[in-house]
């Protein structure tokens, strides 16, 4: 299980400090939420916040893009050291596309999905992917509760990808806490992100290393 703290919920005048901690806490990724208030109604950070983070932790940024025209951005994002990207499969019109650019890249390829929308729109793409993210929340905004019929979508997920034989991780997104990331690994999720659940008590490391034995 690889836990990706969520800068979303850090403070971010001590973001390099607090991503610091999550990491001796066992983090092992770093998600990094980038809104548009168009495709979510929120606005976040861009690709100048990405570089500087890149330079301040060693760990790997995991970039979740949540915004239209994500094609325009993605090698801006890339240059700027995501190692992970993930584009919306209700946002990005062609997928094929974008995903063969990360790939050739060298960056591994997600593709995330909203909570209404059914796993059966990756048909197609699900050999070419990395990772899925499956959101357990709408996106937007950091502490939300977790949608549970989300878990039946991880199992149903899981066993598709094991059926056809293919690589693809599952990443889980919104709403991951202490009380559900043990039942979140046993349907098939390897990647958890934890926005509030990590940095939003004051001891990320702590939290972190709560989180990763509750996962156990």
Known sequence: MILAPSILASDYARLADQVAAAARGGAALVHVDVMDGHFVPNITLG??????????????????????NADRYLPAFVD???AWVSVHQEAVPHLQRQVAFLRER??????????ATPLGTLDEI???????LVMSVNPGFGGQKFIPATLEKIRRLHATIRER??????EVD???DE???????????????AG????????PEGAARRLIEAAR
């Open 47 to 68: 690709p100048p916040v990405v570089a500087s983070l890149h330079k301040a932790t060693p760990l790997p940024l995991d970039v979740h893009l949540m915004i239209e």
């Open 126 to 132: 699900l050999p070419e992917l990395d990772y899925v």
């Open 165 to 170: 034989g293919l690589k693809a991780q599952i």
């Open 80 to 82: 700027a050291g995501a």
């Open 196 to 203: 509030s659940a990590v940095f939003g008590h004051g001891d």
């Open 174 to 176: 919104g709403g991951v």
């Open 106 to 115: 060298g960056v591994r390829a997600g593709v995330a999905l909203n909570p």
């Open 179 to 193: 009380s559900n990331i043990r039942a979140l690994v046993e349907a098939g999720a390897e990647v958890l992100v």
